[in-house]
């Protein structure tokens, strides 16, 4: 059993910035990588970016390549997602995820475990 929560999420301008956090625990050990996903009402869940547990791989979603980036601080059990340049196609609730399994790529949700709760990211003026 993991545990995972978010943070970080808000109202924030076009072109601005947001910093979201997801602290683990519980069984962590068996993590593999770790993922960030978002769904807007009435669309599918779309994949955002995912790391290695290790951090020597990242994939990102054509939609946010070149705006986001993802990591992990290896003194705590938390990996952030920062999100810069921000536009309004960004809202959404974003979700961390992690995944036990060993895969080639992080793109499907299919291939991750436990789900956090989500956290808003609304980008208006």
């Known amino acids: 059993q993991v545990q995972l929560v978010e943070s970080g999420g808000g109202l924030v301008q076009p072109g601005g910035s947001l910093r979201l956090s997801c602290a683990a625990s519980?069984?962590?050990?068996?993590?593999?990588?770790m993922g960030w996903f978002r769904q807007a009402p009435g669309k599918e869940r779309e994949f955002v970016a995912a790391?290695?547990?290790?951090?020597?791989?990242?994939y990102f979603g054509d939609s946010v390549k070149g705006r986001f980036t993802i990591s992990r601080d290896n003194t705590k059990d938390t990996w952030y997602l920062q999100m810069n340049s921000l536009k309004p196609d960004d809202t959404a609730v974003y979700y961390c995820?992690?995944?036990?399994?060993?895969?080639?790529?992080?793109?499907?949700?299919?291939?991750?475990?436990?789900w956090g709760l989500g956290t808003q990211v609304t980008v208006s003026s």
């Open positions: 519980g069984v962590i050990f068996s993590i593999v990588a």
């Open positions: 790391i290695t547990w290790g951090g020597d791989r990242t």
């Open positions: 995820a992690s995944s036990s399994r060993h895969s080639g790529s992080y793109y499907s949700d299919r291939l991750y475990d436990y």
